[in-house]
């Protein structure tokens, strides 16, 4: 045996690589891109990457089919939709390339799909490099029969509806009649407190007059107290007002007595003047005759006055000799 046969060249094992979405088989894209992304994610992609599409506005089925159809035939078309999946589904593809073999693969697709994570398991499991024909066609007819179960569902759903939509209306009607009925007990509610309003609005009047009435009252008995006061006030002052004018009076009768005394005195004192006056002119007429005699003799020098004296009180100076 030759040393090739012994030892023979060892070739490389290729790392195992998921598939691209153009490679896979394009009997499984309609289940990818319709279960795996969004009618709105690829009507993104295809405004993004100016897809022409055959109308202006395009149904949603047009838009699912023209997708389908360019993953293979434009390859940017098949690589954005690929980078999307890859991104939007990262968390499980990674979960998926745990798994080697075909019943791991299984295992875990039957345990998402359990729980309700059927978008991205579809896609993780659909790319995965161990997955096998027979394993896609198990994937496909579980997405299949649950759409039919979706269906089912939608339909019981939409039963619902009809069944809510004609509640709906029987509660509409019901509200309608209550809210007429109560719009009738409101009107009758707005007329009884208008009415208790008005007799509010009378009692406050009423009570605010007699309060005016209790404060008229006060107020009359504090201005007795005042006339009162002053009553007293006055009559003190005409006791003593009396009592000044008795005062007057007799202050008025003792000045008249004043002046009929100082009346008489002038008179008394008048009439002492005039006899006074009339006094000294006899008296001067005496001493102006005895002035006239050149020569008196000692006989005529004596005055026989008759044992009287003469006080003389006052007088001139030039009538003394």
Do not use: Y
Not at 43 to 54: C, I
Not at 179 to 199: A, D, F, H, P
Request: aromatic letters at 2%.
């Amino acid at each position: 045996m030759c040393d090739h046969c012994l030892h023979p060249a060892s070739h490389p094992v290729p790392p195992r690589r998921r598939a691209k979405l153009w490679e896979i088989d394009s009997q499984w894209h309609c289940t990818i891109i319709g279960t795996c992304l969004t009618l709105g994610e690829l009507k993104a992609t295809a405004a993004k990457l100016r897809v022409q599409l055959q109308s202006a506005k395009p149904t949603d089925h047009e838009v699912h089919t023209a997708m389908i159809i360019l993953v293979k035939r434009e390859r940017v078309v098949g690589k954005a939709l690929h980078k999307l999946l890859d991104r939007k589904h990262a968390a499980m593809v990674k979960r998926f390339d745990k798994a080697e073999g075909d019943a791991a693969l299984t295992a875990l697709w039957q345990e998402m799909l359990a729980r309700g994570e059927v978008a991205a398991a579809c896609w993780a499991v659909l790319s995965h490099p161990d997955a096998t024909d027979t394993l896609r066609n198990l994937v496909f007819g579980d997405i299949h029969m649950l759409s039919h179960q979706i269906g089912a569902a939608s339909r019981a759903d939409l039963r619902r509806v009809h069944a809510l939509e004609r509640e709906k209306t029987e509660l509409e009607a019901r509200i309608m009649r209550q809210q007429e009925r109560l719009r009738g007990e409101v009107s009758k509610r707005n007329i009884v407190i208008r009415e208790l309003r008005q007799r509010l609005e009378h009692e406050i009047a009423e009570t605010r007059r007699l309060g005016f009435a209790a404060q008229s009252a006060q107020e009359i008995e504090r201005l007795r107290r005042v006339i009162g006061d002053i009553d007293r006030h006055l009559e003190t002052e005409q006791t003593s007002r009396q009592a000044a004018e008795s005062e007057v009076r007799r202050t008025m009768g003792k000045l008249r007595d004043l002046g009929l005394h100082l009346t008489q005195a002038l008179q008394d004192n008048a009439d002492l003047k005039s006899e006074l006056t009339a006094s000294e002119e006899r008296l001067s007429a005496l001493l102006g005759a005895r002035e006239g005699v050149a020569e008196c003799s000692a006989d005529c020098a004596s005055l026989d006055l008759c044992g009287r004296c003469i006080l003389f009180v006052g007088g001139r100076s030039q009538h003394v000799p």
